[in-house]
Structures are given as structure tokens and as C-alpha cells.
């Protein structure tokens, strides 16, 4: 399995408080991904990162930012938590990135986050 | 974009051939199809990808038809492990995302 670490694992917090999500791997990959997966909509691409301090946005972006600032290390952060944002966070990583024809994501454990 | 469509559930006996079918018929010609696998409350897997040729590795088989409008996953002998969700996508051109339809919810029946 590719060295993928997702902290924290639950998380359950109140609306309207930050919350930050880490994203680590082992792997020296370059190219680092933020998905959320829920009921009806599968997965849906947050944020990535094409390398150190290089981010740029997914197709859900809104109420989420990202940083950075190692290689091994991918932070999704959301600045005032809402309920809508509850949901299952997973991070991935692959060499090649999206703009080549042919790549692989390998996908980390998973964050389960609840906002109430 | 190039959409997929795969039956959202299949059965499958154990030790048997599980084979799993998608359609992609808007497929462009440097599109490539990919194939993942999501068990219960865990990350999707990468399985196996392809564009034109058929391909062989360790967990599976991918047969793209000629005119490129459908392919099939092969599991050649299904153990209970294999059960799980199993996502038929076709990488948009252009597009920055893998893009996660519904896909076959895969059970082995022992």
C-alpha cells in the first residue's frame, strides 16, 4: 500500500470552528489531491497540489483552503465549518499528474468529519 | 466529457470469473479508461487502466472492445475480499479531476 496517513481519522466539531485536516505520505509523490465522498455524489476533487506551495482549485472548492509547504505534507483546512461540510475527506497522491494522459491515484484511509 | 455507464449492482459466486462491463461511448481517442475499486469505508484502489490493448496484472483484466466504446473488468477468481464498489472511469481530456460515477457495487456470494 502507498504511505498515505490521514489525521485525524473522526472528527466531530460544532459549526462556525475551524477544522484542519492533514495529508501525509511517504512516497515523494508530486502531485497530492483533497476529495470529499458523499451519499449520491461519489467523489468530487477539492483542492490538489502540483508540487511544494503549488495549489490550485477542484471542483468544490468553496469554504475550503489548502497549503503546501513540504512535499509529504497536504493541508485541507475549512475556515468556518458547516454542516454541509460533513463528510468523508480523502487525500491521494500520484507522480504523473492530472494534465498527463495516463496516471494513477493511490488514496489514503479516509477522514470521517461530522459538523453539528 | 466522456461519460461512463456500468450496472449499479452485480452478483458473482466465489472462485468464479467476475465480469464487470461499462459503456463509454462518447470516448475520445487519447482518453484513456481507467478502473478503481472502493471496499466498504476505505480509499478507492487503483486496479488497472488502459486505452486500446487489452491489459493483464496481478488483479485483474481490462477488454477494450475495438471501436472503443465499452470495456470489461475481469476478476478471473472472485474471493469474498473482492467485494466492493467498482468505478469504470474514462479521464476527461483536459479536465484536472478523475471524475467517480456511481459505479457496480460488486458482491461475492460464497
Known amino acids: 500500500d502507498a504511505g498515505i496517513t490521514q489525521s485525524p481519522r473522526h472528527k466531530v466539531t460544532e459549526t462556525g470552528t475551524p477544522v484542519t485536516l492533514r495529508c501525509h505520505q511517504t512516497?515523494?509523490?508530486?502531485?497530492m489531491y483533497w476529495y470529499r465522498q458523499d451519499p449520491g455524489h461519489g467523489l468530487r476533487l477539492i483542492h490538489y497540489?502540483?508540487?511544494?506551495?503549488?495549489?490550485d482549485k477542484g471542483e468544490v472548492s468553496d469554504g475550503y483552503s489548502v497549503s503546501r509547504s513540504k512535499t509529504e505534507d497536504f493541508l485541507l483546512t475549512l475556515e468556518s465549518a458547516t454542516s454541509s461540510q460533513t463528510s468523508v475527506y480523502f487525500c491521494?497522491?500520484?507522480?504523473?499528474?492530472?494534465?498527463?494522459?495516463?496516471?494513477?491515484?493511490?488514496f489514503g484511509p479516509g477522514t470521517r468529519l461530522t459538523v453539528t | 466529457d466522456a461519460k461512463t455507464t456500468q450496472p449499479p449492482s452485480m452478483d458473482c459466486a466465489e472462485g468464479r470469473a467476475a465480469n464487470l462491463p461499462c459503456n463509454h461511448s462518447?470516448?475520445?481517442?487519447?482518453?484513456?479508461v481507467y478502473w478503481y475499486r472502493q471496499i466498504h469505508s476505505q480509499g478507492p484502489q487503483y486496479i488497472i487502466h488502459?486505452?486500446?490493448n487489452n491489459e493483464t496484472n496481478e488483479m485483474a483484466s481490462l477488454i477494450i472492445t475495438e471501436d472503443r466504446k465499452s470495456s470489461t473488468l475481469i476478476l478471473p477468481h472472485a474471493t469474498l475480499r473482492d467485494t466492493a464498489v467498482y468505478y469504470c472511469?474514462?479521464?476527461?481530456?483536459?479536465?484536472?479531476?478523475?471524475?467517480f460515477g456511481q459505479g457496480t457495487r460488486l458482491t461475492i456470494n460464497p
Open positions: 512516497e515523494n509523490h508530486r502531485y
Open positions: 491521494a497522491i500520484s507522480e504523473l499528474g492530472l494534465r498527463e494522459r495516463a496516471y494513477e491515484q493511490y
Open positions: 488502459g486505452l486500446k
Open positions: 462518447t470516448i475520445s481517442g487519447n482518453e484513456y
Open positions: 472511469i474514462v479521464r476527461v481530456a483536459g479536465a484536472q479531476k478523475l471524475v
Open positions: 497540489s502540483y508540487g511544494v506551495k503549488d495549489t
